[in-house]
């Protein structure tokens, strides 16, 4: 007799069945919500601990499908077919969990750049307390989110190159000045002086008069820290597979197959609408 659960992340897995798919299907109508451990455990009656592991191997699964997904939008985006919409890329960087003033020990933190608030001063050891996250997303389509160590060139441009073809039309703010050899990249100044000397700033600094914003992967920013108000605080060493999860449950909007399978056959339910 053969498991069902053998060699997927479910080898092992004591407890019914039935509560993997009735998770996950909670999980997708639930989106942009986050479902906790603790949550699981209320709805399922289970200890924690149980919960916790069921969860954990949720996140597994998701990141290894959302990794699928990330690979089969790369070859679409690379041989593009005959449209009028043409798809537009936006890209931008957001901290979760920051580190205080308290966790410093009331010192001041490490670098007085746009990184800083996720590093400890150096005098207690200068290593990294919070998140910081490269978001990547299609306007109307997919997103990825990525964890990186700091905002500079060797990050950001590695994994721009992993997820979005260099033909493709880039959007985003005035942090990408390095990228030179993407044909198609914009960027808006969101620090633009106003020509008006009534004025301080110049309303182009959301949307140049090109159309150029980067609002797109702004949004994404903010429904992911909506998200993550659900979680007290997210290890650093894990953090990839949270963002995996809340990404995946996300993309599965665009995939008609995989969103009929994971609800369970019901395409109309709250929190997924049509791609159309």
């Given at each position: 007799?053969?498991?069902l659960t053998a060699n997927t992340p479910f080898q092992g897995y004591k407890s019914n ?32 601990k149980t919960s916790f592991y069921l969860k954990k191997r949720l996140k597994i699964i ?204 019901e395409v109309n339910f709250v929190g997924l609408g049509n791609k159309s």
């Open positions: 007799m053969v498991s069945l039935a509560y993997i798919s009735f998770i996950i299907w909670d999980m997708v109508n639930q989106y942009p919500k986050i479902m906790t451990s603790m949550e699981i455990s209320r709805k399922l009656n289970l200890s924690y998701f990141s290894q499908l959302n990794e699928t997904l990330k690979r089969n939008l790369y070859v679409e985006l690379k041989n593009p077919v005959e449209s009028d919409k043409k798809p537009i890329a936006v890209a931008d960087s957001v901290v979760l969990y920051s580190s205080s003033l308290r966790a410093n020990k009331h010192r001041s933190r490490r670098y007085k750049t746009g990184t800083a608030s996720i590093y400890a001063s150096n005098s207690i050891g200068g290593y990294q307390i919070g998140s910081l996250i490269h978001t990547i997303g299609i306007n109307g389509g997919m997103t990825f989110y990525k964890s990186i160590p700091l905002n500079n060139q060797e990050y950001l441009g590695k994994d721009l190159d992993d997820k979005i073809p260099k033909n493709v039309t880039l959007y985003t703010d005035e942090g990408y000045t390095f990228i030179w050899d993407r044909p198609n990249h914009k960027m808006v100044n969101h620090s633009r002086r106003s020509n008006d000397s009534r004025y301080n700033l110049s309303r182009e600094r959301w949307v140049t008069k090109e159309g150029v914003s980067s609002n797109g992967a702004e949004a994404r920013n903010n429904i992911l820290k909506q998200s993550f108000r659900s979680y007290g605080y997210v290890s650093l060493k894990f953090s990839q597979l949270y963002l995996d999860e809340i990404s995946f449950l996300g993309n599965i909007r665009f995939v008609p197959e995989l969103r009929s399978l994971l609800s369970l056959g």
